[in-house]
């Protein structure tokens, strides 16, 4: 193992620890979501993937949103955990993504930056000194660095150092304080799962999101390496992750663009990185960071990642597609609903098309 392995698996675990507080936000838990990381560094040293799975904010946006409670967030994602296993082994995914097409795929992506844009302005407004200066903070440390994981980790400290600073002074001023606060139960407790057409329309939204998610953020990841993704296994890891996480209640797990992807051991930093997670959110080590930062310092790095890198890489590959119409629909409908409906919409609109020969 090479120095560089072990500072890239760092470096990701240091973006991956403020989404798990996102994660928490939403009513999903911790504790079970080291059994998903678990899982995730097991299958990706078996099968010797260079793609590591993590929390992801857009499939925690996304499941968040789309659930009214935690029953239906988790019941969400479990569902959706075991039908990407299933497309996983069918192999079908290939036949998916030629259906979907690449204007809807790039579309629907658009559409989620949007997401996390308005969920960023909703974070801030749950502590405003806090959540005002992660913005100020995470925006030019991104613009001059051009690197997440430095937006996240600065924007993140120094918003929860002033969250803590105005806290003081409220104290001081005989005024009620906010604290960091996290509505999660943290226990191995196997979850009743319910079925509604709620949660069978979050399902597919998430399916739907977590196609597109391994095809881009894979493909780049194991660009980095110099490798191809092998989209079969990479779906079957993060659906059995996500699966045997939210089983418990913890939280969805999927690919994203990881740093350990440039290192010289990709397989091995990205299995370091799942393994360090694991250890660091099964312990108390987590529980005593999610005291102490409060979720409004993610929204920094959360408007960052929607507004300067997820909508403008997708939003422009979307109008050079081959039907910007189909694409501008997909984007739109995505971002007012859900990922699954933009996708609908897309095909709807594009058979139209079709039909009358525009």
């Keep these: 193992m090479d120095l560089k392995d072990i500072l890239a698996a760092l470096g990701v675990l240091l973006d991956s620890l403020p989404q798990g507080l996102l994660a928490m936000s939403f009513g999903f838990a911790a504790l079970p979501s080291a059994i998903g990381f ?6 990706s040293l078996l099968w010797q993937l260079p793609t590591p799975i993590s929390f ?26 075991i039908a990407m296993v299933i497309l996983g082994i069918t192999g079908t995914i290939e036949a998916i993504v030629n259906f979907i097409g690449t204007d809807i795929l ?14 960023s302005i909703d974070l801030l407004k749950t502590n405003l000194p806090g959540g005002i200066t992660s913005f100020a903070v995470a925006i030019p440390v991104y613009l001059l660095t051009e690197s997440l ?16 600073i105005y806290n003081y002074i409220q104290k001081n001023r005989g005024k009620e ?7 999660t139960v943290e226990k191995f407790k196997l979850v009743k799962l319910l079925t509604n057409f709620r949660i069978v329309r979050g399902a597919l939204a998430i399916i739907t999101l977590q196609i597109g998610g391994n095809i881009t ?52 930093s990205g299995v370091l990185l799942m393994a360090l997670a694991a250890i660091i959110i099964g312990s108390t080590l987590f529980y005593k960071f999610g005291k102490l930062v409060p979720v409004s310092a993610v929204g920094g790095f959360l408007f960052v990642l929607g507004a300067t890198v997820v909508f403008p890489t997708y939003g422009v590959l979307a109008m050079d597609a081959e039907n910007p119409v189909v694409s501008g629909v997909t984007t739109v409908v995505t971002a007012v609903t859900d990922p699954f409906l933009g996708m609908v919409a897309g095909v709807l609109v594009r058979a139209f098309l079709a039909i009358f020969g525009l």
Excluded: W
């Design 106 to 119: 790039y579309g629907m992506l658009a559409g989620v930056g949007i997401i996390l844009v308005k969920a």
């Design 217 to 268: 953020y894979g493909t780049i990841t194991a660009g980095m390496s110099g490798s191809t993704v092998d989209l079969d296994k990479l779906s079957i890891v993060g659906g059995l992750a996500t699966t045997a996480s939210g089983m418990f209640g913890g939280a969805p797990l999927a690919s994203i663009i990881s740093a350990t992807g440039e290192s010289p051991n990709p397989v091995t």
């Design 149 to 164: 994981i430095y937006a996240c980790v600065f924007s993140v400290i120094v918003g929860t150092v002033i969250y803590h």
């Design 177 to 183: 304080i906010e604290l960091a606060s996290y509505d």
């Design 38 to 43: 678990g899982i995730g560094a097991i299958f």
């Design 56 to 81: 992801q904010a857009e499939t925690t946006i996304a499941a968040g949103g789309l659930g009214r409670n935690v029953q239906e967030r988790i019941s969400i994602i479990v569902f959706a955990g």
